[in-house]
């Protein structure tokens, strides 16, 4: 654990209305429940905060107490880099450099406001005042559960506050099916619970309110755009930019999908490869010992964790096909 933490809540009291919370682009589960959790905190605590996301999400977040109130950077770039000029703190939530929050980045570096970090993921740049991280956590929002109990006051935690702390719990443990979930994860589910979470309703909003184009799409992709190699250890799924618009797909659509290939016996790693014009979009799952984070970063730009990690490609999408099928020969010994 990383804690570096200085302020408490009487110093945030004192700059009510000055405080940003943002999150990396095209935010998650996860990231979406830390924002709204940590905004929904400070409303019950009588603290005015703004959330700011660089882009768009999933519409299955759009149930989460607060998401009316969440403000779209890219939709109103000029007026959003005044408040960030303006700032006295910002909570950086759920990344670990400032690219990760796109033209944000250059502002929220450039900011005199204290830039406070929470995130879990590996080799956090340096561009915070104050960061609470604890590499290999099963989601930042569990950390934001933490982070109130140690530095704030949790009796300012109720159920929406719970919700949104739960909704990164299970959308980034795989419902704790992921070897990220520890037995504080599971406990932080439990007090969530106590405070009137109900896990099988957020399940539902999460995860049963597809688009039809979202599961014709899915069918699409495993039943023709599905590779295996490796002698089974590796699923490669693709998807071409002409396939994207035809399922006329929206933010949010292909969320998951790099799930399916490790439900195939024997598979170690999964790969899902989506041409989004002009970059070549990849995401990595794996199981045991692969490294996803290592195998991205070293071939393809990216990072992450050492089971789910993601990457990108400035070549074509057959082009990027190939030089998966090239390179992950390279790391048979992990397989």
Known sequence: MQ??????????????????????????????????????YFKNVGIASKVIVPTDYASNLNWLPGNDDVNIYENNAPSFDDEIDNADYIFCLDFNALSRINQ???????????????DHHQSPEDFDNERFIEIGASSTCELIYRYINKHLDPAFIDEK?????????????GSFRFSSTTSSTIRTAADLMDLGV??????????????IERLQLLGHLLSNNLEILEG??????????EEIEQFDIVTGDTEGFVNYGLGIAGVKMSAL???????????FRSVDSFPCNIFSAENFNGGGHKNAAGGASQDTLQQTIDKFKSVIQNYREFL
Do not use: W
């Not at 570096?109 to 970090?117: E, L």
């Not at 919700?163 to 299970?170: A, F, H, N, P, S």
């Not at 989506?274 to 979009?281: E, Q, T």
């Open 3 to 40: 804690d570096t933490i200085r302020h408490n809540l009487d110093q945030l009291r004192n700059h009510s209305g000055k405080i940003i919370i943002t999150a990396h682009h095209k935010p998650d589960g996860d990231a979406m429940g830390s924002c709204l959790s940590l905004y929904n």
């Open 104 to 118: 944000m980045g250059e502002k929220v570096g450039g900011s005199n406001a204290v830039v406070i970090v929470i």
């Open 161 to 173: 506050v719970g919700q949104c702390i739960y909704t990164g719990l299970i959308t980034d443990t």
């Open 198 to 211: 109900v896990p099988d309703k957020i399940y539902r909003l999460l995860f049963d309110q597809n688009r």
């Open 232 to 241: 089974g250890k590796v699923a490669m799924g693709y998807l071409s930019l």
């Open 273 to 283: 490869i989506i041409d989004r014009g002009p970059l070549v979009k990849m995401s």
